[in-house]
């Protein structure tokens, strides 16, 4: 079995600051993991992902995440936040050989300028 | 990107009619779709596999006879809510996803959603 857990249901951050969501998860096997962005009422944009190689993964608008595996962790980073971020974010992941993706429960970012 | 779209954007119907959501795949042709449906507030739960030419593989707790799916050609996947009811309200997204590249190894492409309110 797959799970990923998002702890924080909500992040606040200041334009400009940087910004850390948090994601844990638990596969048999090595992990891809995945972050994707949903602004309301819009379907999931990919963001990023890690196979394998470098721990430290940037993808778009700016975003990183880094790979820990003794800790499970696949956190989302930013090192400078924008209004416009504000968003809900999901991370996802799943086991080589196995298709479907398993997602956390989602975390809403609020930036305010 | 792939690019991935839904219609409708946005359903409203009466308790008890069906209602049928399209998903197409526009940039290229996709075996494998997914349904996935998401409450307020909540993640994304998958519903089901659609493979086109066989048929669809549904998780646990999702009724096949209520959520009919269809993936009629290699670019559409078309999910059908029978009978729907109030608690059938929900966002409904389909993906579709990426083997363009190492089959094993893709990230999904999801659709805009359809947002299905049931009176």
């Known amino acids: 079995a797959q799970s990923v857990a998002q702890p924080e249901d909500q992040v606040n951050v200041a334009e400009g600051n940087p910004l850390t969501v948090k994601c844990t998860y638990s596969?048999?096997?090595?992990?891809?993991l995945f972050w994707y962005v949903q602004y309301p009422n819009r379907g999931l944009q990919f963001l990023l992902k890690y196979i394998t190689g470098d721990n430290l993964v940037k993808g778009s608008y700016g975003f990183e995440a880094e790979f820990n595996k003794s800790q499970t962790s696949f956190h989302l980073k930013k090192p400078s936040a924008l209004v416009s971020d504000s968003a809900l974010y999901f991370c996802?992941?799943?086991?080589?050989?196995?298709?479907?993706?398993?997602f956390g429960k989602g975390t809403m970012l609020l930036v305010s300028p | 990107g792939a690019v991935v779209s839904q219609h409708p954007s946005w359903v409203i119907c009466k308790s008890g009619t069906s209602v049928k959501i399209e998903c197409r795949s526009l940039d290229f042709q996709a075996t494998t779709m997914f349904w996935y449906r998401q409450f307020p507030k909540q993640s994304l739960m998958l519903m089901a596999t659609?493979?086109?030419?066989?048929?669809?593989?549904?998780e646990q707790g999702v009724e096949k006879d209520k959520f009919l799916i269809n993936h009629a050609s290699l670019t559409l996947s078309t999910l059908t809510v029978t009978s729907a009811h109030p608690e059938d309200s929900s966002f409904y997204i389909c993906?579709?996803?990426?083997?363009?590249?190492?089959?094993?190894?893709?990230?999904?492409?999801f659709g805009p959603g359809t947002r299905l309110t049931v009176l």
């Open positions: 596969v048999s096997g090595n992990p891809y």
């Open positions: 659609s493979n086109e030419g066989s048929k669809a593989t549904y």
């Open positions: 996802a992941v799943r086991s080589a050989g196995y298709s479907t993706l398993t």
């Open positions: 993906s579709v996803p990426n083997h363009f590249q190492d089959r094993d190894i893709n990230e999904q492409f």
